[in-house]
């Protein structure tokens, strides 16, 4: 059991509006994209208008030639170094500054051009002229590991990029002993981050010191730096990464892209400061995307609805590169099997190259495409065993040390008092259904933060700064981002809280890689935990000293315990005595030699499993109906019963579920990346199918709170869990409804209508 | 991949007579009539149209009206903005629809700029106000330095992005009739997303004779179903001098939804807008028909 408890704080579980709120809303705040620089050249990139083809000749002399061009690169000028995020293995470090011998995808930039206007360096891109030999392209996974498929990377025979296997208990004794099994073929459908801010970076270069400045929209300012140490051959501490204020990444910006080595490259090359900004058309085309899986899942059930058994197989269509997409293929494996207890189970992935933009960690990566198959498959199972939706995840529902064996194990759990408030609250919220309605659950458990090293950092994976001065600021340093979920408040509250000090005492210094300790960055939803835990060690450190000085002044029996709060310092027994917390700060600093008080806090998980130390959990419920002859369907009302533990900002967690509810609602009506041979058809706003705020239903949350002994305060993940449950909730109220079966998660009116005929002639059939 | 306007020579017009002035002097010339800008603008950051000369009809004040009577019906003016029709009490009286029609068009940003003679001068053939001026009726005046001519809304879009227009020419006005007694309008739209464009759009006008047994007159206008929107006149004369029946719905239905010629795309097959073509005319036509026999 955990030794401490959920407690009244000052700060942390008070709703806090974002610190960043004011700056965002009147427009103040910075962005990359808002920058420039004295001097500043705009950077644009040539690209390969074939998804496979032999680079034969590049000439840029007619875009040299153009007035105002003051550099064009190609392959040959850049120093070679291949990048990305798994560093670990370097042979999937294979992205290339701009493509030397051959391109892998329609977009793949060959040349890069800075010119002292935009304008003028689109030009000079057209004036490009490059010789491609057309290459046989391969788009299909199930294509692309055949014997005879064209080969997108040499040393990958059969374009496997990477496989995983992961397996626990007898599964074919487990299907054996199982009354009831059933196979199930899914095909995911990719789709796209979508962030407002489209990358973007500026860089600049001082030839002096030989040491480069980026600026960046970046999820992980560190990531970015050691990739473009590796792009660029050049020492981690002569590159310098900020990251402003960014336009959201939903898991899009963990890897070092194009835009920033080639901005990198041409201020190397100018000396001048150069920005590249992609358009909304390359941020489509050329930018990573949520993987497209082909997927096959058998479950055996007894007849009661306990699971015993299941086995996953799935090819994914991972593109040109790799990205974060090994992980996803691990995070797939994994994730399908929670919040369930599955005895045996068995899981076979295989990641493919392809001749496609490539695929990485969207928001809920790992979890979303395959929860999609598997809660779609028991909710399939539990009609035909006759058991009710809400009792089968009850009865299969993890608990309070449930340990996968090997895998992973959640400490704190919330998920059978979340079912148990579902059950009550849903039959009083929709009492009765109209004809054309219907309700869909699935349940869902996300990490908070993982424990992968890929980026093969000797690290803390989180540490922080924090440094007391004479006034009684408190200075916080740490490289962890906030890229508009909400870190900076969560960030300022936790330090605040632990020292015993108001928000407004606290001034943020995050992302900037040259005055801060690491921190891995955002994804994962593992900045409360993993940041958390690192400021509250940081913030403990100095408040511990500030005690030590305030036993000093005070005098008191050493029997008395001091405790910080409130901007006082005082005996936890008798309040009335104590110190204010700003004298207090005067003399200890006096007392240091005149030194700040400071603190230095780090994080890193150990003995925590394979995954995360920690899980979000609970339960989703989606009332939908469908127009039986159109085949629309309409989310009506969803119902959230949610366990993130300890909530640090309700004002935050609920932005984050509604946020993730809004792209998973988004995957399970009208989001895709339809493609045809690797061309990207619909990279537009227009074309490409974002719900707006009339199109969202209204969402209830209710919240069940745990303490999570890993995190700060109890605190665990609230970002990213409540994205995965939203489309097979919505399928499966369409399911209730008409019989109407998916193997895709996009619920498109044709898709529904042909589902909903499907099911009319089986049961006709019958 | 470009998102920058390549350069135009601009002039703007601060009546009508002067756009018809500009238009004469730069008749033979690569221009375009920028009013609301919203479908323009795009297609410009796109790339898709580089015109050497913008005309500015913004300032023409005197374009900017909604005029109804009873004899001459309701007249709008070139530069009345989709917001303005949707606001406008008496287009709420006697067009009813014309408003349930206007708020699911784009975003309230969009209908703030956008101008409704904008919108059928673009012939996009899923944008919205097509339809229902079809099923209304409604003419389309187009002037000239040398004159006026008046358009019907069916023949106004000849193809895909192609209206009537011709060069030197401006839309000053659409007219709308009168409704006469007895008469329903109903228009809906199908769009997986609420104000996006149509996926397949149907208008129904439908009359009824003074005893209200009878259909006198039905007008019928699809929208998203084919290069130019389309009048759907077989399924029209199915309803016609017909005491208004399920049964006859549903024929007339089938009719409408033979009569398009969508093409597939990545929202729907061109079979499936089709068929949702014909389930919307009947529901239209069975609301139009409600709205007649209270009328």
Redesign the interface.
């Known amino acids: 059991m955990a030794k401490e408890k959920l407690k009244e704080y000052a700060i942390i579980g008070k709703p806090t509006p974002n610190v960043d709120g004011p700056a965002k809303v009147t427009g103040e705040a910075q962005y990359t994209i808002d920058m420039t620089l004295p001097n500043m050249l705009y950077g644009k990139l040539a ?1 390969s208008p074939y998804p496979h083809a032999k680079i034969i000749s590049i000439d840029t002399s007619a875009a040299e030639a153009l007035p105002g061009v003051k550099a064009v690169i190609t392959g040959k000028d850049t120093p070679g170094g291949k990048y990305g995020l798994w560093r670990r293995f370097r042979e999937l470090s294979d992205q290339e500054c701009l493509a030397t011998d051959k391109v892998r995808f329609i977009g793949d930039p060959v040349a890069a051009v800075a010119a002292v206007t ?2 003028i360096a ?1 030009q000079a891109v057209e004036l490009i002229e490059v010789e491609y030999e057309p290459l046989p392209a391969v788009f299909d996974p199930d294509d692309a590991i055949e014997d005879d498929a064209p080969m997108v990377h040499e040393d990958f025979p059969s374009n496997i990029n990477a496989t995983r296997h992961i397996e626990w208990g007898d599964v074919d004794k487990g299907f054996a002993e199982a009354d009831y099994v059933r196979e199930d073929d899914y095909v995911t459908q990719p789709i796209h981050p979508a962030a407002l801010e489209v990358h973007n970076s500026l860089a600049s270069y001082d030839k002096g010191t030989g040491r480069l400045t980026v600026w960046s929209s970046t999820q992980s300012p560190y990531f970015l730096q050691l990739g473009l140490s590796d792009a660029l051959k050049m020492r981690e501490g002569d590159i310098r990464v900020i990251k402003p204020h960014v336009g959201s990444g939903f898991g899009g910006k963990n890897s070092t892209m194009p835009d920033s080595v080639n901005a990198a490259l041409l201020s190397i090359k100018t000396g001048r400061p150069v920005k590249i900004v992609y ?4 941020e489509f ?1 050329t930018t990573e995307h949520r993987t497209a899986q082909h997927m096959r899942i058998k479950l055996g059930l007894k007849k009661d609805g306990q699971i015993v058994a299941m086995e996953v197989k799935t090819i994914v269509n991972g593109g040109a590169f790799t990205g974060l997409g090994a992980t996803d293929l691990y995070l797939t494996g994994t994730f399908i099997t929670m919040p369930y207890k599955i005895p045996n189970y068995r899981y076979d992935g295989v990641r493919t190259y392809t001749n496609t933009v490539w695929g990485t960690s969207i928001r809920g990566f790992g979890s979303v495409p395959g929860k999609f198959c598997a809660e779609t498959q028991l909710e399939r199972a539990a009609k035909d065993l006759g058991v009710d939706p809400l009792q089968i995840r009850k009865m299969n529902a993890v608990y309070p040390g449930y340990e996968a064996p090997g895998q992973y194990t959640f400490e704190s759990c919330g998920l059978l008092p979340c079912i148990e408030k579902m059950e009550t609250r849903v039959k009083e919220k929709w009492p009765k259904l109209e004809e054309d309605e219907g309700i869909g659950f699935a349940a869902f458990a996300y990490m908070s933060g993982g424990i992968f090293n890929w980026i093969d950092t000797p690290y803390a994976f989180s540490s922080a700064h924090v440094k007391v001065n004479i006034d009684g600021m408190v200075d916080l340093y740490t490289q962890a981002s906030d890229i508009g979920q909400g870190h900076n408040t969560v960030a300022a509250m936790i330090c605040a809280e632990e020292l015993g000090v108001g928000i407004e005492d606290i001034r943020l210094h995050l992302g900037d890689t040259a005055h801060t300790y690491t921190d891995l960055g955002a994804w994962g939803s593992r900045e409360v935990l993993m940041n958390g835990n690192a400021i509250k060690d940081a913030a403990a450190q100095v408040k511990n000293k500030l005690i030590e000085v305030a036993r000093l002044k005070l005098g008191e029996n050493i029997a008395y315990d001091l405790v910080s709060k409130n901007k006082r310092v005082y005996l936890e027994l008798r309040p009335e005595r104590g110190i204010s917390y700003y004298d207090l700060v005067q003399d200890a600093i006096r007392a240091n030699d005149g030194v700040p008080i400071t603190g230095v806090g780090h994080y890193t998980p150990h003995n925590k499993g394979m995954i995360s130390p920690a899980y979000g959990t609970g339960i989703m419920a989606v009332k939908a109906k469908t127009d039986k ?2 085949g ?1 369907v309409v989310c009506q009302d969803i119902l959230v019963v949610h366990d993130c533990g300890q909530v640090i900002n309700p004002l935050g967690v609920r932005g984050q579920v509604e946020g993730s509810i809004h792209m998973g609602l988004g995957y399970a ?2 989001e ?1 990346m ?1 493609m045809d041979e690797g061309n990207v ?2 990279p ?1 706003f ?2 490409y ?1 974002i ?2 705020t ?2 969202m239903p209204e969402i209830e949350f209710i919240e069940v709170p745990t303490y999570e002994p890993n995190g700060p305060f109890g605190a665990k993940e609230a970002a990213e869990a409540t994205i995965a449950p939203t489309a097979p909730a919505l399928a499966n109220a369409v399911f209730q409804n008409t019989g109407a079966e998916f193997v895709a998660p996009v619920l ?3 898709t529904v ?1 042909k589902a909903i005929r499907a099911a009319a002639a089986k049961k006709q059939g019958k | ?4 306007t390549a350069d135009f020579e601009y002039f703007s017009a601060a009546t009508a007579g002067e756009a018809l002035d500009l238009l004469a002097q730069h008749k033979d010339d690569d221009y375009r009539i920028i009013a609301g800008g919203q479908s323009l603008n ?1 297609f410009m950051k ?1 790339g898709l149209l580089k015109p050497e000369i913008i005309i500015d009809i913004k300032g023409a004040s005197d374009l900017d009206y909604i005029k109804y009577d009873d004899k001459e019906g309701l007249k709008i003016g070139a530069l009345t903005t989709h917001r303005k029709l949707e606001q406008s009490p008496v287009v709420a009286e006697k067009y009813a629809a014309l408003v349930d029609m206007e708020v699911n068009v784009a ?1 309230v940003e969009t209908r703030n700029w956008g101008t409704v003679v904008g919108d059928i001068v673009n012939a996009d053939p899923a944008a919205d106000p097509a339809p229902p001026l079809i099923a209304l009726d409604a003419s389309v005046v187009v002037a000239s330095k040398e004159g006026t001519r008046s358009v019907p809304a069916e023949e106004f879009a000849v193809d895909l992005y192609t209206s009537a227009v011709e060069p030197g020419e401006l839309v000053t006005e659409i007219q709308i009739p009168a409704l006469p007694a007895n008469t329903g309008f109903y228009f809906t739209k ?1 769009s ?6 149509a ?1 397949a759009s149907a208008a129904v006008l439908l009359t009824l004779d003074a005893k209200k047994e009878k259909c006198v007159n039905a007008r019928i206008g699809l929208g998203g179903v084919g290069a130019t929107p389309i009048r759907a006149t077989a399924a029209e004369d199915i309803l016609k001098g017909k005491k208004i029946t399920d049964e006859l719905l549903a024929e007339a239905a089938q009719a409408a939804s033979e009569a398009t010629e969508p093409i597939s795309g ?4 061109a079979e ?1 807008k089709k068929e ?1 073509a014909g ?1 919307l005319v009947k529901r239209v036509a069975k609301e139009a028909l409600a709205r007649a026999q209270k009328a």
């Open positions: 690209r935009e304008e689109i358009n909304r058309d390359e085309q002859e159109t629309a009506l009208c895709e339809p058809l619909n537009s227009v074309d199918k719900l707006r009339r199109d498109k009116p044709e209508l | 991949m470009k998102t920058i795009t796109h975003s199908y997986q997303l609420h104000g996006d464009y996926l990545i929202e729907a097959s499936y949702l389930t």
